[in-house]
């Protein structure tokens, strides 16, 4: 069985898992749209003023930086459209065009382990004050957590409330590389990094409180990733396993 047919929803299958939860719970809620328009203006903001302060322009770029460029955001507005559809109502139409963020997702993980070999093979490439060796673990924690929210997402396709926080997770936890260019072209402190990435995540715990007394057990795991990436960024990196680690699979 292909994996576009598993993801199919067979006729009578209600897209979400209580069949008598009300359709506000899963439709006309704002929040996932905004939020959408959020961290895709964070991505445009974060990548677009860079790129053209190049002093050889925009083209000087090699090819890869341009076509992971233009994944990363088309993942970001694809997310915007599919939680327009669900505020729309039109679930149909969502579950319908939900494959196609699983092509996105592949063409993201591909793209960005390449990204992820050229900047290995720059000698310059750092991130903060972190070693050249050491900053490769801040995009590879950041494409596993991305896979861990994608994948989850798709396991709980069927449970609206859960399905939702788990893609917009997905987004909020590979959104360091341009939040990371957004808090330098601003000139801001690096520390404002995982502050202002802290504070999606507070939107969404906040938005959970409001909507459902509670944080939802998808953003707490999401919280969790995160944190185990900055464990992982600032401690495992600096172990001399990580530089034989990095070497193999990027070398």
């Given amino acids: 069985m292909s994996l576009f047919k598993y993801l199919e929803v067979r006729p009578g299958e209600n897209i979400i898992n209580d069949v008598t939860e009300k359709r506000s719970i899963t439709t006309a809620e704002p929040f996932f749209f905004y939020m959408g328009v959020l961290l895709t203006t964070i991505v445009v903001l974060g990548f677009i003023p ?4 190049k002093p050889n322009g925009v083209f000087s770029l090699p ?5 992971h460029g233009m994944i990363f955001v088309s993942w970001f507005g694809f997310f915007t459209l599919q939680a327009s559809l669900v505020r729309g109502g039109r679930l149909q139409q969502h579950r319908q065009r939900g494959r196609w963020s699983i092509v996105l997702a592949i063409a993201m993980l591909v793209s960005g382990y390449f990204m992820m070999r050229a900047a290995f093979a720059l000698p310059e490439f750092a991130i903060g004050k972190n070693s050249h060796v050491a900053s490769m673990m801040f995009p590879t924690t950041d494409l596993i957590n991305f896979s861990i929210a994608f994948v989850l997402a798709l396991i709980n396709r069927t449970n609206g409330v859960a399905h939702k926080r788990l893609m917009l997770l997905a987004g909020i936890l590979i959104l360091d590389p341009a939040v990371a260019r957004l808090i330098e072209t601003i000139g801001a402190p690096f520390p404002f990094i995982p502050i ?3 504070g999606l995540f507070g939107l969404l715990i906040g938005y959970d409180i409001s909507r459902l007394k509670r944080p939802h ?3 707490l795991l999401g919280l969790g990733l995160f944190f185990a990436a900055m464990v992982a960024k600032f401690s495992i990196a600096e172990m001399p396993i990580w530089e034989d ?3 193999l699979l990027f070398a």
């Avoid at 860079?50 to 302060?53: E, F, N």
């Avoid at 090819?63 to 076509?67: S, W």
């Fill in 196 to 198: 202002l990435e802290l």
């Fill in 245 to 247: 680690i990095a070497t």
């Fill in 63 to 67: 090819l890869l930086y341009h076509v």
């Fill in 50 to 53: 860079p790129v053209l302060s």
């Fill in 217 to 219: 057990w998808t953003s």
